[in-house]
């Protein structure tokens, strides 16, 4: 018993430090916004990458998941003999549940994907340490262009999604 609550009270700990982690470093992000150098070209350039870039992923994945909605709504709906109210089906399923979802979800695996890819190649290079020898902020520098994007194009992506459902 006393292992358990210890094992409890360590992923407990870490799970805090790891909020505490997450909370620095979102608060370095933010106040070294009004030291970032060109923070404009940057952020509009991470808006495109972050929204643009992933519509075409959007698409073709939620043209695919239609797809295969179809053709298992029209097996269920044939055997009671609704089959004309597929159209109906496919729309209201798609677009009401899981075109918000799937949008969201692709759109954080691609950005975030692509975002973690390119700060790894950052390391890698050196060019993190290159940053901070000339007296740049990383995080500032880096960070805080693409969070700021994120919230701008992930709540607009999911408001579009959601959108097109009411239609």
């Known amino acids: 018993m006393v292992r358990l609550l210890q094992m409890f009270g360590q992923n407990g700990l870490a799970t805090v430090t790891g909020l505490g982690a997450f909370a620095t470093f979102t608060s370095r992000a933010f106040t070294a916004a009004p030291a970032a150098r060109h923070l404009g070209r940057r952020w509009v350039r991470a808006v495109h990458e972050q929204g643009v870039r992933c519509v075409p992923v959007v698409t073709i994945v939620g043209l695919f998941a239609g797809l295969v909605l179809g053709l298992q709504g029209y097996y269920v709906l044939a055997r009671f003999g609704s089959a004309g109210l597929l159209g109906t089906f496919v729309s209201l399923t798609l677009t009401r ?39 740049i902020d990383p995080v500032g520098y880096l960070v805080t262009p693409r969070l700021l994007a994120a919230l701008v194009v992930f709540p607009m992506a999911d408001t579009t999604t959601s959108n097109c459902s009411s239609r």
């Open 97 to 135: 549940e899981l075109a918000p979802v799937l949008g969201t979800l692709m759109i954080v695996g691609q950005a975030g994907s692509a975002i973690a890819a390119e700060i790894g190649i950052h390391r890698n290079s050196e060019q993190i340490d290159a940053l901070t020898t000339m007296g």
